[in-house]
Antibody, heavy 119, light 107 residues
Framework: EMQLVESGGDLVQPGGSLRLSCVAS????????MDWVRQAPGKGLEWVGR??????????EYAASVEGRFTISRDDSKNSLYLQMSSLKTEDTAVYLC??????????WGKGTTVTVSS | DIQMTQSPSSLSASVGDRVIITCRAS??????LSWHQQKPGKAPKLLIY???SLQSGVPSRFSGSGSGTDFTLTISSLQPEDFATYYC?????????FGQGTRLEIK
């Protein structure tokens, strides 16, 4: 069974940092682009960013709202995806989900991990 | 950025009803459109990709259509497990964008 499990969510103060992880199982992680998506409380889905596969040079792309503050990385040897978040703002409070891309489409999602930014 | 506008934002329907949700893109996205179902506390689930292709394992009562800027998700006969929130998503270009969601409730 293909599965993605996020972890690392926590309560953090504004201006703080946090690193989220997403561990994949049941498929060849290294073959796939991976996305991060977030969902603020009671809101819809917002794309955070993407990392391509090794074949495509691990190129990353970000939403304007997180560009320069968030960094996406991956460790294919550990089947793991990461989201390093810094200079956190209260508006970054959300459930963060990772997703696998198959061609252009996000076909496997995790359940998410909760990040709360508050003093 | 490509804006995705879904309608309606909420919908009350009964088991057995036929339901149509629409999604409009602010510019042409060809067929780079997918539909996802989300239930509270659960991972979203891909239902339809490439505008009209049914994801493996998804019941055939779900169907999608459209291309360019206008798309629809149809549920032919609502089942109790279909009450959830539905999102369209364009993957034509980054930043990837989602519709605001359609909450499907039991009448």
């Amino acid at each position: 069974e293909m599965q993605l499990v996020e972890s690392g969510g926590d309560l953090v103060q504004p201006g703080g940092s946090l690193r989220l992880s997403c561990v994949a199982s049941g498929f060849t992680f290294s073959d796939h682009y991976m996305d991060w998506v977030r969902q603020a409380p009671g809101k819809g889905l917002e794309w955070v960013g993407r990392i391509r596969s090794k074949v495509h040079s691990y190129i990353t792309e970000y939403a304007a709202s997180v560009e320069g503050r968030f960094t996406i990385s991956r460790d294919d040897s550990k089947n793991s995806l990461y989201l390093q978040m810094s200079s956190l703002k209260t508006e970054d409070t959300a459930v963060y989900l990772c997703g696998r891309l198959d061609y252009h489409y996000m076909d496997v999602w995790g359940k998410g991990t909760t990040v709360t930014v508050s003093s | 950025d490509i804006q995705m506008t879904q309608s309606p934002s909420s919908l009350s329907a009964s088991v057995g009803d036929r339901v149509i949700i629409t999604c409009r893109a602010s510019q042409s996205i060809s067929s780079y459109l997918s539909w996802h179902q989300q239930k509270p506390g659960k991972a979203p689930k891909l239902l339809i990709y490439a505008a009209s292709s049914l994801q493996s394992g998804v019941p055939s009562r779900f169907s999608g259509s459209g291309s360019g800027t206008d798309f629809t998700l149809t549920i032919s006969s609502l089942q109790p497990e279909d009450f959830a929130t539905y999102y369209c998503q364009q993957s034509y270009s980054t930043p990837i964008t989602f519709g605001q969601g359609t909450r499907l409730e039991i009448k």
